[in-house]
Every structure is written in C-alpha cells, then in structure tokens.
C-alpha cells in the first residue's frame, strides 16, 4: 500500500506556508516543498554584504491587524511576529526638491489643486470612509476611473481626483486605474486607515513565511527548499501526488499549489487534464504590472525616515509620463516608495549602516539593458531625496522583474493575478480546482486585500472550506 501524507503543498510563498500552518494547526501532518533556497516566495529576504535585502519594497498595509495576523491568531501564536508601524516620524512626500508629511491634504496641493478641488477630494475619501456596504457591493466590477468620473462631472476636476486617487491604489494593487475594482480599493483603503497599523516586522519580509514555516515544523511537518516540483500526479481524473526533479514520487489526498495558477495547469499538470472553458479563463487570466527596486547599502544612517513617497515628474506631465512608460521608454524623474528597513529594524543591516530601497513601476519581460536605464534614473532620484548617499556608498544594486520571475514566476509581476474588474470577487479564479483533491492557494485564487495579505487572506478563505467539509 502506498504511503500518504495528509498534505502535500508546492510552492513556500506566503499563501502556502499559511495554509500550511493553519492545517498543521489541525492536526494535519504537511509536506511544504519549494524549489527556492529560501522560503517566502516574492515575501523572502536574501543576504547582500552583510546586509538583509528584500526581495522587493515592502510595507504591511494593516500589519498585525490585518490577515497576516490572523493567521498568526488562527494557530494561536499572535506574538510570533513583532511588527514595528510606520510612524515616529510620520511619512514623508518629496516633491519638487521639497519634504512634506505625507497626507491627503498635501497630495492635493501636490496635483495643483484649486480649493474647490481639494474640497471635492476630502469629500470623495469621506464617502468613501463612511459607504455603507451594500453600496460598496454594488462597485465590485465597476472601475475606479469610472466612478470618479461619476463623482466628478467636471472632465478637469475628475482628471486630477483621479490622479490623486491613483497615487494610492496604484501603491495597493499595480494595476491600472480603469481596471482596478472600486469596491476592492474602497475596501482596502478603509482598513488601512482606520486600522492605522501599516507596519513592517523585524526580521524582514521573510519573518512572515518563516513564522507560518515555523509552525509547520513545531506540527511534525516537513518544509523542504531546493525541492522543485516537476509534476503533480493525475490519475483517473483525481490529484493523488507529486513527482520532484530528483525523481521522488510523493502521495496525498489533498494536494495544495502554491506555485501560480498558470504554471499549475500548463505545465504540473497539463491542460488536457482540464475542461476547456477553464483551460481558456487560466489562459486569459492577467497578471499585476511589473516594478524595479533599487537597493542601496550605506556605511552610515543618514536619515530616520522609514517611508518616503517620492514624486519624480511634476504633475502636469504626469499623464505624458505614463504614455510614455507604456511605450517602453524610461522617464527621467521615475516616482515611487522609498523605505528603510533598518529604521524599522537595525538587525536588517551591519551594526551604524543603513539599507533604503526604492521602488518604482515599470514594464516586465524586458532585457536587463532597460532596467539599467531605470535604476540610473531611480539613482538620480534617490539622490534629491538624499544628497548624502553618495559619499556613504557601500553597493547600489537593482533588482528587476527579472530575479523576481527567477524566485516567483508568472514574469516577475509583484502581486500574482491582478486584482482587476474581471479578476475580482466571484470572477476571481477560485481555491477548488476542477480536478478532485487539488487546490490553488496565494494572490493567483480567491482572497482580498493587498499583497501579502491577499495571499494570506486566500489561505484563510481555503482554510475555512477544509473546515466546512471536515477536511
């Protein structure tokens, strides 16, 4: 008789360790494997001349108090991350060579607002703070171009809300403004703010999947790296086990991929195993959009501050500049997030250095010769925010789509599949594959929220549906 396992799980991201622990939570024996030499998917940290780097830009919109924390309370270890919350001091937007607190106030000055614009803006996030929900339901396929043109009839006054806007949701989802869902932005925006937790945890993004990790092997788990999944076994019509490159065959009735949704079903399984109305929705499904971080190691801290939105072009140009992105052109004042984790956590950087890292959308699957010319731009940036950088140089380094889709797949793209009107709610791709005994797990099935805590929430969702069936 062949042996089994309870679980087998393919693919360590933050989706998969969590579903991993809350099962072992239960009883289940797991077996995690992932094809990395560090566990966390697109949420790992790897180590660069003795500093801690993430893999990308990171901040936790709702921190512990989020979904990433209740899956730490759901196996009953709340404290097992530390979290430290962005403030103290409060985050900052660099415009025009100028520093000022980062606030919906200031982001409005920014855009050239008039009073009356400004006025229309705080009116807008106060009905979006105070919606009730069934009217919040009613906007989940409707984009959120769309309803602030239906908010602002003026066309002038509707293109700066919606600049305004798209500072924020493009930060929560990487997806482009007429695509992304109202009711998903409304939704996240209100538990941000009124959670006021946005926080980042010691010990690195990593910490996140390796505390799930943790638990798994507390439970007599297995969580094995350097372990690549050639294929997830089919027979008569049921997923019943793996086959790793190394050529072991492994069995479980419950067979969970954490390893993208597109990569499960064209290349684990194979599409002939799958009706074609699901080959072709998998096949169509959409990834978020691509960013480039640049890395930078100083011998000195020459700031305390943790978070820095940094707007590059001025804003009248704003829309040319996106023209111009999407053209495969690399604009000269690139925008985007600044953070330093070692202000959140001097552990992540060699004892009096500093690591910021800058963060800034861009196109995907390009040769490393353009995301050169993006982290030269991002340099020069970096450079008005902190003039001092330079003469405390120890590295500069870029991280491109193209190491991301090295550790995470689906072409690099931060989040998974985008969050987008089509892409969303019940049309989002479920946890329940067509095929008996396997599931789909991460920011690619089911769940809400943003980044991580999409994966995490999507663990949760699929958790609670191994309970409804006793499993």
Request: hydrophobic fraction near 35%; proline fraction near 3%.
């Amino acid at each position: 008789m062949v042996e089994k396992t309870d679980v087998i799980i393919v693919g360590g991201g933050v989706g998969g360790c969590a579903i991993g622990a809350m099962l072992s939570h239960r009883g289940k024996k797991v077996k995690l494997f992932d094809k990395n030499q560090i566990i966390g998917g697109r949420c790992l940290t790897y180590e660069h001349q003795g500093f801690k780097i993430d893999l990308g830009v990171h901040l936790f919109g709702v921190g512990d108090k989020g979904y990433l924390g209740d899956v730490l309370r759901r196996i009953e270890r709340p404290n097992a991350l530390t979290w430290v919350v962005s403030n103290n001091p409060r985050p900052t937007l660099f415009y025009k060579d100028k520093s000022m607190i980062y606030s919906r106030k200031n982001m409005a000055q920014v855009i050239g607002s008039s009073e009356e614009d400004f006025n229309l803006a705080m009116a807008f996030f106060s009905e979006v703070l105070s919606m009730r929900k069934k009217n919040i339901n009613d906007l989940k396929y409707v984009g959120l171009s769309d309803f602030i043109k239906s908010y602002a009839k003026d066309p002038k006054v509707a293109n700066k809300l919606q600049t305004f806007v798209s500072m924020i949701a493009g930060q929560y989802f990487v997806t482009e403004l007429h695509e992304t869902s109202t009711a998903e932005f409304i939704t996240s925006f209100r538990q941000v703010v009124n959670s006021k937790s946005s926080a980042y945890p010691i010990g690195g993004c990593v910490a996140i999947p390796e505390a799930y990790q943790k638990k798994i092997i507390d439970s007599k788990g297995e969580v094995e790296l350097n372990a690549k999944v050639k294929k997830i076994i089919i027979e008569n019509d049921k997923a019943i086990g793996i086959e790793l490159d190394d050529g072991r065959n492994l069995f479980s009735d419950i067979i969970i991929s954490n390893a993208d949704i597109k990569n499960t079903v064209f290349n684990l399984i194979g599409e002939k195993y799958f009706e074609n109305e699901y080959v072709k929705r998998v096949k169509g499904l959409k990834y978020a959009k691509h960013c480039l971080a640049l890395k930078v190691g100083l011998d000195k801290q020459i700031s305390d501050q943790k978070l820095v939105m940094y707007v590059g072009a001025d804003y009248s140009e704003m829309e040319s500049t996106v023209n111009e992105v999407e053209k495969g052109k690399v604009p000269d004042n690139p925008g985007g997030m600044i953070t330093s984790p070692s202000n959140y956590d001097p552990n992540l950087a060699p004892k009096g250095c500093q690591s910021i890292f800058f963060g800034t959308a861009c196109l995907g699957e390009q040769p490393k010769s353009y995301y050169d010319k993006w982290a030269e731009k991002c340099w020069e940036g970096f450079l008005k925010v902190f003039p001092e950088a330079e003469k405390h140089l120890i590295f500069k380094k870029m991280d491109s789509p193209l190491l991301v889709d090295s550790y995470a797949g689906e072409t690099g793209n931060v989040i998974g599949i985008a969050q987008t009107v089509d892409q969303i709610y019940e049309k989002r791709p479920s946890q329940v594959s067509p095929i008996e005994g396997l599931f789909i797990v991460g920011a690619e099935a089911g769940g809400h929220g943003i980044g991580a805590e999409l994966a995490a929430n999507s663990a949760m969702e699929l958790d609670d549906y191994f309970i409804s069936k006793n499993l």
